[in-house]
């Protein structure tokens, strides 16, 4: 299989401070207004989100592929919940959304399918900490 990077940096204090991540094509500034509040830049919550959306998306097709179904498109978002417990900040929840247009699959199939691609992209697998919960709807 394959590895791939990714690279931090940041600089200065915590509320003060800036930082860029980094990979492939990618290069992104990060602040703590746009991690903790609102502001301009991206976080890492938006890229775990970003992750956990594309790999959902592979993994059912994948799954619709097996099945000999033609999947015309599966578009996938994730809402990244970020609160505080006695430790700190914790993600403690994500919501996947899932809308899917494939010819001829019964309704109970593509149920059962979404589930699967829920526990078992390896993203989710990774996750598996944290609550993970979906909406699938055929389009």
């Known amino acids: 299989m394959s590895i791939r990077k990714a690279k931090a940096t940041w600089n200065g204090t915590l509320k003060k401070g800036s930082g860029t991540m980094n990979f ?23 890229l775990i989100g970003a992750a956990h959306a594309g790999c959902y998306s592979m993994f059912l097709s994948a799954l619709l592929s097996a099945e000999n179904l033609n999947p015309e498109s ?5 809402a990244v919940h970020l609160e505080s417990d006695e430790v700190g900040p914790v ?47 055929l389009i």
């Open 74 to 78: 599966v578009q996938t978002s994730a």
């Open 24 to 46: 492939s094509d990618y290069s992104g500034p990060y602040t703590f207004i746009s991690r903790f509040e609102e502001g301009k830049g991206t976080n890492p919550e938006e």
């Open 91 to 137: 993600i403690s929840k994500i919501e996947l959304n899932t809308e899917v247009k494939c010819p001829g699959i019964s309704q109970e199939k593509f149920k059962e399918l979404s589930e699967i691609a829920k526990k078992k992209c390896p993203v989710s697998r990774v996750l598996a900490a944290t609550e993970i919960t979906l909406s699938a709807k």
